[in-house]
C-alpha cells in the first residue's frame, strides 16, 4: 500500500530548486509514496478572526493535509529563516486550536539552496514548528542541501546522475521507511490494545 504525502513546497517560484527537488524525491519513491503537492501561495494570511468564517482556500489545504498519511516540507531558507508563505500555510493548518492538521503525522524537512550551508536555519525554523504541533520528525538523514542550483537538473527538471541524486535517493529511502514504521507501530499498539481489551481481567493475588 502507497502512503499517501502532502509536499509543502516554500517556494512559489515557476523554477523552484526546492520544487524540483521535491518531484524527484516522489519520482524515486512512487512505488509506496503516493505525493500530492499542496498549493499554499493562494492561502490569505492567517487571521483568528477568521476561524469561525474560514476562506474556502484554507479549508481546501486544511482537508488536503488532513488526508495525507505524512508530511514533506521542502523549503528555501530566507534571510536564514522559513519563507513567510510556508509559515503562514503552518500556522493556517495548525488551527482552529486542537483541530491541527499535521497532528501526529509524520514528517521529512528538506532545505535546497545554491548556498553552502543549504538552509540550515529555515530546516530548523520548520523542525521547531513540526515538534511542537506534534508532528514526529525524520532525524535523519539530516537534509540541509547545498550548492543547488538549475544546473542540477537536467531539461525536464530531474536531478542528474550524482552525488545530489544519491542523497535524495537515500533520504526518499529512509522516509519511506519511517512514515511505514510510525504507521505500523501505531497499529501494532492499537491491535495490542484491542486484544488485552478481551481478555479476562487477571486474578489479582493477595
Ligand atoms: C528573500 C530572499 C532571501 C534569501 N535568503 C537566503 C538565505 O538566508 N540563505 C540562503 O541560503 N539563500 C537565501 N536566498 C537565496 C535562495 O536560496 C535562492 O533564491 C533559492 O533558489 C530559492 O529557492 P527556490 O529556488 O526553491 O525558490 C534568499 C532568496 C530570497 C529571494
Known amino acids: 500500500m502507497a502512503y499517501k504525502i502532502a509536499i509543502i513546497v516554500g517556494s512559489l517560484r515557476e523554477g523552484s530548486i526546492n520544487r524540483k527537488v521535491a518531484r524527484s524525491i516522489c519520482g524515486l519513491r512512487n512505488d509506496n509514496l503516493d505525493c500530492s503537492m499542496i498549493e499554499i501561495g493562494d492561502l490569505p494570511l492567517y487571521n483568528q478572526d477568521l476561524d469561525s468564517n ?6 481546501r489545504f486544511r482537508e488536503q493535509v488532513g488526508a ?3 508530511v514533506l516540507f521542502c523549503s528555501p531558507e530566507y534571510n536564514r529563516g522559513i519563507p513567510g508563505v510556508l509559515k503562514n500555510a503552518i500556522d493556517v493548518g495548525s488551527r482552529p486550536y486542537g483541530q491541527s492538521v499535521f497532528d501526529k503525522k509524520p514528517a521529512a524537512i528538506v532545505t535546497a539552496s545554491p548556498g553552502s550551508i543549504g538552509g540550515f536555519g529555515s530546516n530548523h525554523q520548520i523542525r521547531q514548528a513540526a515538534v ?3 508532528m514526529p520528525v525524520m532525524q535523519q538523514p539530516e537534509a540541509y542541501l547545498g550548492h543547488v542550483s538549475d544546473d542540477s537538473f537536467d531539461e525536464s527538471g530531474c536531478l542528474k546522475d550524482g552525488a545530489l541524486k544519491d542523497i535524495i535517493k537515500g533520504l526518499a529511502h529512509a522516509f519511506a521507511n519511517w512514515v511505514d514504521m510510525i504507521h505500523r507501530s501505531r497499529q501494532l499498539l492499537a491491535e495490542d490494545s484491542a486484544h488485552r481489551a478481551q481478555q479476562p481481567q487477571a ?3 493477595a
Open 54 to 59: 474560514p476562506p474556502p482556500q484554507w479549508t
Open 68 to 70: 495525507a498519511d505524512g
Open 132 to 134: 511542537f504541533l506534534n
Open 203 to 205: 486474578k489479582e493475588h
